[in-house]
C-alpha cells in the first residue's frame, strides 16, 4: 500500500492541481465505502476545495461553504488497494473501481513548481493552516469538470471516507490515535515501546505514523539493525542511525517522486505528474527483493513471510551473520 513517501507526493500534486476549485457533486458509489454520515457526502455540493494534505497515511481534502456546516475534511484512507487520481474524464457508471468521485470545477491555478515544494514553499507537511490562497479564475473561461476519484483495485472493500467538520476532526480516533509524523522531523525515539521489535513499532501508526512494511524494510535495512530486535534494548546512537535513516529513507523517495533522478536502486526516474500511475515505481533496495545481493555486502538477502506480510532483511549487516529461524517468527511479526 502506498505509504508517507507516495501519499506525500500524491497530496502534493494534487493540492496544485485542484485548490481552490469548486466541488459540483460528490459521490460514494461504494456503498460501504462512507463511514460517516453527518454530515452527508452531498454537503460538498458547491464548497470550495480549499486544499489537499495529509496525516500519516490518511489523506485529507479540505472544503468549506456549499452545504458544508463550516469548514470540513473528507478523511481518506486508501488500506492497500487504494489510490486516490485525478482525472479530465468522468467515471462511467460500470467503473467497479470508484469508491468515493468529487467532480471539480477550476482551481489549480497555483504553479506546478508549487507541487514540489509545498504549499507556501513549505516542505513540510504539518501545516494545515497554510494551504495558500484559492486560485483565481480567469474570467470567461469555464474551466472544464475534473474528477477526484478514490479507486480501489482488487476484489475486497476496505477503503474509506470519513466527512467531518474540522471541529470534531481533532478528537475523531482515527486521527486522534496517530502518533508523531515519521518526516520530516520524527521524535528522538526513545520513547518506542521496549518491549516491541523495531518492525512491528516503527510500522505502528499509533507509535509513529506514515511507515508501513515496506519502508520499514527500507529504514532498518540502512539504519543496519536487526528487524526482530527489541526497541528497548538499542542504545543512544541505534536509535539515532534508526532516525537519520527514517528521514533520508522517507524524504529520498519523496523527492525522487518530486523531482526525478537517480534512485538508490541505480534506477533513473522522470518526475510524477499527473494522472499518477496506478502503481508507483518505488525506489527500493531491499523490500521484495529476496534472492538479490544486499547493496552493502553482496548477502544474499532472505525473507521471513507471515500471512501475507513478507520481511526482507540481510543476515549480515542487520542480523551479525544470523539468519532467523522460521519457527519463532510468526509470533514476532505478528507484533
Ligand atoms: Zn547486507
Redesign the pocket.
Known amino acids: 500500500m502506498p505509504e508517507l513517501p507516495e501519499i506525500e507526493a500524491t497530496v502534493r500534486l494534487l493540492d496544485a492541481a485542484v485548490r481552490g476549485g469548486t466541488i459540483e457533486s460528490a459521490m460514494a458509489p461504494g456503498l460501504a465505502t462512507m463511514r460517516t454520515f453527518s454530515p452527508p457526502l452531498d454537503a460538498l455540493k458547491g464548497a470550495t476545495l480549499t486544499g489537499i494534505d495529509r496525516r500519516g497515511k490518511l489523506l485529507l481534502v479540505h472544503a468549506e461553504g456549499g452545504g458544508l456546516p463550516g469548514p470540513s475534511t473528507l478523511v481518506l484512507h486508501l488500506m492497500s488497494a487504494g489510490r486516490l487520481q485525478l482525472y479530465e474524464k468522468l467515471a462511467g457508471p460500470r467503473d467497479r473501481t470508484s469508491r468515493v468521485l468529487l467532480r471539480i470545477r477550476g482551481g489549480g491555478a497555483a504553479s506546478p513548481a508549487e507541487a514540489t515544494t509545498g504549499p507556501g514553499g513549505d516542505a513540510g507537511p504539518e501545516a494545515p493552516d497554510a494551504l495558500g490562497a484559492p486560485a483565481i479564475a480567469v474570467p470567461g473561461t469555464e474551466a472544464p469538470l475534473r474528477e477526484l476519484r478514490l479507486r480501489e483495485f482488487g476484489t475486497k472493500q476496505a477503503a474509506w471516507g470519513k466527512l467531518l467538520p474540522d471541529a470534531e476532526l481533532a478528537d475523531d480516533d482515527t486521527l486522534s490515535t496517530l502518533g508523531p509524523e515519521a518526516w520530516p522531523d520524527p521524535p528522538d525515539l526513545s520513547d518506542l515501546p521496549p518491549r516491541r521489535t523495531l518492525r512491528g513499532a516503527i510500522r505502528d501508526q499509533r507509535v509513529l505514523a506514515g511507515i508501513g512494511r515496506t519502508w520499514s524494510d527500507e529504514i532498518l535495512?540502512q539504519a543496519?539493525l536487526a528487524p526482530l530486535r527489541r526497541c528497548g534494548d538499542l542504545d543512544h546512537a541505534e536509535r539515532e542511525r534508526l532516525r537519520t535513516a527514517m528521514v533520508e529513507k522517507l524524504g529520498g523517495a519523496l523527492d525522487l517522486y518530486l523531482h526525478g533522478g537517480t534512485g538508490p536502486d541505480g534506477k533513473r526516474r522522470t518526475p510524477l505528474a499527473l494522472p499518477l500511475p496506478d502503481k508507483l515505481p518505488l525506489p527500493l533496495q531491499v523490500h521484495r527483493r529476496t534472492g538479490d545481493p544486499?547493496?552493502?555486502?553482496?548477502?544474499t538477502?532472505l525473507a521471513v513471510h507471515y500471512e501475507d506480510d513478507e520481511m526482507t532483511y540481510?543476515?549480515?549487516?542487520?542480523t551479525g551473520g544470523k539468519p532467523y529461524k522460521d519457527r519463532r517468527l510468526s509470533r514476532l511479526l505478528k507484533d
Open positions: 535495512w543496519q544486499c547493496p552493502r555486502d553482496g548477502t538477502l540481510c543476515p549480515t549487516c542487520q
